[in-house]
């Protein structure tokens, strides 16, 4: 199978792709008439691309020119009845001043502002590499002043269409990463390309502050950042909580389908994105989101349902893989009844008469769901035409077995298979360099199953169950940051209930030679301090309240798990 194609490839070989032919004029450029003029009376143009000049360049350049003079005539238009303004050659005209040159070789040639720019664009391209953000601001003034089209701008540069595509989304870079990537603090071309595919400004910073500081503070690979990208501020299209062929959801942002930010759109910019059907724009995707919740719940307050959000919704479902409520009031209209032995829905079963009695909106994703009282249900069950107790007595004792034979056939099949599974996903894992990304996948699945028993959140001034809060947090964590959230929310508790420590936790303790002994002594000596203070110590937290009791504190944290 053939490889993609990344953005940093593509890039090495963008000359090699088809250049949109552009008809020639009808007649030849005028060609000029070439004079030495004064170095002073020739001024450097505004309609120049480039703004910077690397200065070892100019230093070569300049060692040149004193040695040979200038070899190449420049190249420039009338500016009033004695000055000219340049239009090819400004590095020549630089080295001359440092060289101490006062004369240069000119070719003088009447031109618009729109065929210097061109020239300035063409010229810097086959010479000394312009800045990419300088050549993409040049060729958006020629879109934008000049009303061109990409493809004839393409044409008039001599580059292809993708090449014109990306320099044009270079210019749409926030502020952070404009600054990171003139500077050269941890963006590359490729990667300030991933970033400027953000439509968000906001989400772009984020974006940049993450590439640039991984990898130790030396920016991110291409690939990485790819993939956090895709990860972090990418939505699959598929699982929108909203139809995303409507276009008046939210007028102003029109339909999914043919919106230019999924990526199946333009894929001159998203080459490098195998799914088509991906959103860029998470802001947009929320409000579309929110739209079509609140025309939901206008329908419910209609038909008199009941509507779950926020924190009850939370408790019904409190992590991400439920798809089922949790607790003992409803279940979902279209999860599984796991009493019918061909696993259909309840809303399978019930046809005509599957009506809800509650719309709960999933925290996790933003989706409606139908849900009905589970108080009825087997008699609504039972109307339908489904008593699966009288099934299960009429099918009798053999028939039951074999199905929960069948059942636990299923069940060891799936479990080899996880195994199978898991076992090349640990081989991707142990071939391929874990990223932020990866850990951030693990901490999240950590906390979706509520798993902080030794209180890594509590620890941080958060509560666990504060979504937004925590979400926002874990975002602005380092890769070495979610290593270490991830240690501690996979090793849990690290005291027992009975007062001891956790086998795993002292095991990461040994192995990172950390040493309890003495933190124990600091602990100890703290706490008394706080009991005399205090007047006195009662009994401790868990411990049977007697009054008087007091604690030795000298037996406080000496335990047996040495």
């Given at each position: 199978?053939?490889?993609?194609?990344?953005?940093?490839?593509?890039?090495a070989?963008?000359?090699?792709?088809?250049?949109p032919?552009?008809?020639?004029?009808?007649?030849?450029?005028?060609?000029?008439?070439?004079?030495?003029?004064?170095?002073?009376?020739?001024?450097?143009?505004?309609?120049?691309?480039r703004?910077?000049?690397?200065?070892?360049?100019?230093?070569?350049?300049?060692?040149?020119?004193?040695r040979?003079?200038?070899?190449?005539?420049?190249?420039?238009?009338?500016?009033?009845?004695?000055?000219?303004?340049?239009?090819?050659?400004?590095?020549?005209?630089?080295?001359?001043?440092?060289?101490?040159?006062?004369l240069?070789?000119?070719?003088?040639?009447?031109?618009?502002?729109?065929?210097?720019?061109?020239?300035?664009?063409?010229?810097?391209?086959?010479?000394?590499?312009?800045h990419?953000?300088?050549?993409?601001?040049?060729?958006?003034?020629?879109?934008?002043?000049?009303?061109?089209?990409?493809?004839?701008?393409?044409?008039?540069?001599?580059?292809?269409?993708?090449?014109?595509?990306?320099?044009l989304?270079?210019?749409?870079?926030?502020?952070?990463?404009?600054?990171?990537?003139?500077?050269?603090?941890?963006?590359?071309?490729?990667?300030?390309?991933?970033?400027a595919?953000i439509?968000?400004?906001?989400?772009?910073?984020?974006?940049?502050?993450?590439?640039?500081?991984?990898?130790?503070?030396?920016?991110?690979?291409?690939?990485?950042?790819?993939?956090?990208?895709?990860?972090?501020?990418?939505?699959?299209?598929?699982?929108?909580?909203?139809?995303?062929?409507?276009?008046?959801?939210?007028?102003a942002?029109?339909?999914?389908?043919?919106?230019?930010?999924?990526?199946?759109?333009?894929?001159?910019?998203?080459?490098?994105?195998?799914e088509?059907?991906?959103?860029?724009?998470?802001?947009?995707?929320?409000?579309?989101?929110?739209?079509?919740?609140?025309?939901?719940?206008?329908?419910?307050?209609?038909?008199?349902?009941?509507?779950?959000e926020?924190?009850?919704?939370?408790?019904?479902?409190?992590?991400?893989?439920d798809?089922?409520?949790?607790?003992?009031?409803?279940?979902?209209?279209?999860?599984?009844?796991?009493?019918?032995?061909?696993?259909?829905?309840?809303?399978?079963?019930?046809?005509?008469?599957?009506?809800?009695?509650?719309?709960?909106r999933?925290?996790?994703?933003?989706?409606?769901?139908?849900?009905?009282?589970?108080?009825g249900?087997?008699?609504?069950?039972?109307?339908?035409g489904?008593?699966?107790?009288?099934?299960?007595?009429?099918?009798?004792?053999?028939?039951?077995?074999?199905?929960?034979?069948?059942?636990?056939?299923?069940?060891?099949?799936?479990?080899?298979?996880?195994?199978?599974?898991?076992?090349?996903?640990?081989?991707?894992?142990?071939?391929?360099?874990?990223?932020?990304?990866?850990?951030r996948?693990?901490?999240?699945?950590?906390?979706?199953?509520?798993?902080?028993?030794?209180?890594?959140?509590?620890?941080?001034?958060?509560?666990?169950?504060?979504?937004?809060?925590?979400?926002?947090?874990?975002?602005?964590?380092?890769?070495?940051?979610?290593?270490g959230?991830?240690?501690?929310?996979?090793?849990?508790?690290?005291?027992?209930?009975?007062?001891?420590?956790?086998?795993?936790?002292?095991?990461?303790?040994?192995?990172?030679?950390?040493?309890?002994?003495?933190?124990?002594?600091?602990?100890?000596?703290?706490?008394?301090?706080?009991?005399?203070?205090?007047g006195?110590?009662?009994?401790?937290?868990?411990?049977?309240?007697?009054?008087?009791?007091?604690?030795?504190?000298?037996?406080?944290?000496?335990?047996?798990?040495?």
């Amino acid at each position: 199978m053939a490889r993609k194609k990344s953005a940093a490839a593509a890039a090495a070989a963008e000359t090699e792709a088809p250049v949109p032919a552009v008809p020639l004029p009808a007649t030849p450029p005028e060609i000029g008439r070439f004079e030495i003029v004064a170095r002073r009376r020739v001024h450097i143009s505004q309609h120049n691309p480039r703004k910077r000049i690397a200065e070892a360049e100019l230093a070569e350049l300049t060692d040149s020119v004193r040695r040979h003079g200038i070899l190449q005539p420049l190249l420039a238009r009338p500016r009033g009845p004695e000055d000219f303004e340049l239009a090819a050659g400004e590095r020549r005209l630089l080295a001359a001043g440092r060289a101490g040159i006062e004369l240069v070789p000119l070719v003088v040639r009447d031109m618009t502002d729109e065929e210097l720019l061109d020239i300035a664009l063409h010229e810097n391209g086959k010479r000394a590499d312009v800045h990419p953000l300088d050549e993409a601001e040049a060729i958006a003034r020629k879109r934008d002043e000049f009303g061109r089209s990409v493809d004839e701008i393409a044409a008039t540069i001599g580059r292809p269409v993708g090449y014109v595509v990306t320099r044009l989304k270079l210019i749409e870079l926030c502020p952070e990463a404009r600054e990171a990537y003139l500077a050269g603090k941890g963006l590359t071309l490729a990667t300030a390309l991933v970033i400027a595919r953000i439509p968000d400004q906001k989400l772009q910073a984020k974006a940049t502050k993450d590439i640039a500081n991984g990898n130790n503070g030396q920016g991110m690979p291409y690939r990485d950042a790819l993939r956090h990208v895709r990860d972090t501020f990418m939505l699959e299209l598929s699982s929108a909580a909203f139809p995303i062929t409507r276009a008046d959801l939210v007028p102003a942002a029109g339909a999914c389908t043919t919106c230019p930010k999924r990526t199946g759109n333009q894929r001159e910019l998203f080459d490098d994105v195998d799914e088509k059907n991906i959103c860029t724009d998470p802001p947009c995707f929320r409000e579309k989101t929110d739209a079509a919740w609140k025309e939901r719940t206008a329908q419910a307050r209609d038909a008199g349902l009941t509507i779950i959000e926020g924190k009850a919704a939370k408790e019904l479902f409190p992590s991400r893989w439920d798809d089922n409520p949790r607790g003992n009031d409803y279940v979902a209209l279209d999860a599984a009844c796991y009493e019918d032995k061909k696993h259909r829905t309840y809303r399978q079963l019930l046809k005509k008469a599957a009506k809800p009695d509650a719309v709960a909106r999933n925290p996790h994703n933003g989706t409606s769901v139908e849900l009905i009282a589970k108080k009825g249900l087997t008699a609504k069950l039972k109307s339908a035409g489904h008593d699966f107790k009288a099934e299960r007595a009429s099918a009798g004792d053999d028939s039951w077995k074999k199905r929960q034979e069948a059942e636990r056939r299923t069940k060891l099949v799936r479990e080899r298979a996880a195994a199978s599974a898991m076992g090349q996903v640990v081989a991707a894992v142990e071939k391929g360099k874990a990223d932020k990304s990866y850990f951030r996948l693990l901490v999240d699945h950590e906390r979706d199953m509520a798993n902080d028993d030794g209180g890594a959140f509590e620890r941080r001034g958060l509560k666990l169950d504060d979504n937004k809060a925590v979400a926002e947090y874990v975002d602005g964590l380092t890769e070495a940051q979610l290593r270490g959230l991830l240690l501690e929310l996979v090793i849990g508790g690290p005291v027992g209930w009975s007062g001891t420590y956790d086998k795993a936790f002292l095991a990461v303790c040994t192995h990172h030679g950390v040493d309890l002994k003495p933190l124990e002594a600091e602990a100890r000596t703290a706490l008394k301090a706080e009991l005399k203070a205090k007047g006195g110590a009662k009994a401790t937290k868990g411990g049977k309240k007697t009054a008087g009791t007091e604690v030795d504190v000298e037996e406080l944290g000496a335990g047996d798990d040495e």
